[in-house]
T-cell receptor, first 115, second 111 residues
Framework: DTGVSQNPRHKITKRGQNVTFRCDPI?????LYWYRQTLGQGPEFLTY????????KSRLLSDRFSAERPKGSFSTLEIQRTEQGDSAMYLC?????????????FGPGTRLTVT | SQQGEEDPQALSIQEGENATMNCSYK?????LQWYRQNSGRGLVHLIL?????REKHSGRLRVTLDTSKKSSSLLITASRAADTASYFC???????????FGAGTTVTVRA
């Protein structure tokens, strides 16, 4: 399967714990995006990378959130000191990165539940 | 905050009927895309329409875009049970690759 993959698919954690999610984009895609989706809502943009450079971060990304994309391949999203409000589906997407291409390809998501 | 709003929020139709949903957005766009999401899963890209296009077709999908009204519509013809899903419109602005999504329309196709 050459699509976007995310791990884990589900994560249950206690409030105050740290969690880390991984995203593996489609191999030739150099743009990678993170979104968060809560129940009944559309995805909301968190951050995006062009190769290894993090080019934009949303105001939703508080200082408890950090994302990396070492070597411009896979990416990790870490949430420190989780809060119940962090419970959501975290979606990763990638795109080709040519100026004329805007379609994004999404992974299956990581569903986070903070108890 | 969400850029787009879909209308209706939910739609229930009989298999074989057409489904139409609308999307309105607030600021100028470069492209508008429609995505489908099956329950609890990732999003699947359906179709992209550029700001200088007015209509686009892909299989059973027809998308229109009216930039003067800041609105788009998605028509699914001859619906099937497998079309049951949530549908989202998403916009991007010129030189800005992130997507802004609406809250979605949930479509149920009854057999």
């Amino acid at each position: 399967d050459t699509g976007v993959s995310q791990n884990p698919r589900h994560k249950i954690t206690k409030r105050g714990q740290n969690v880390t999610f991984r995203c593996d984009p489609i191999s030739e895609h150099n743009r990678l995006y993170w979104y968060r989706q809560t129940l009944g809502q559309g995805p909301e943009f968190l951050t995006y990378f062009q190769n290894e450079a993090q080019l934009e971060k949303s105001r939703l990304l508080s200082d408890r959130f950090s994302a990396e994309r070492p070597k411009g391949s896979f990416s990790t999203l870490e949430i420190q000191r989780t809060e119940q409000g962090d419970s959501a589906m975290y979606l990763c997407a990638s795109s080709l990165g040519q100026d004329w291409t805007y379609e994004q390809y999404f992974g299956p998501g990581t569903r986070l539940t903070v108890t | 905050s969400q850029q787009g709003e879909e209308d209706p929020q939910a739609l229930s139709i009989q298999e074989g009927e057409n489904a139409t949903m609308n999307c309105s957005y607030k600021t100028s766009i470069n492209n508008l895309q429609w995505y489908r999401q099956n329950s609890g899963r990732g999003l699947v890209h359906l179709i992209l329409i550029r700001s200088n296009e007015r209509e686009k077709h892909s299989g059973r999908l027809r998308v229109t875009l009216d930039t003067s009204k800041k609105s788009s519509s998605l028509l699914i013809t001859a619906s099937r049970a497998a079309d049951t899903a949530s549908y989202f419109c998403a916009t991007d602005a010129y030189n800005d690759y992130k997507l802004s999504f609406g809250a979605g329309t949930t479509v149920t196709v009854r057999a």
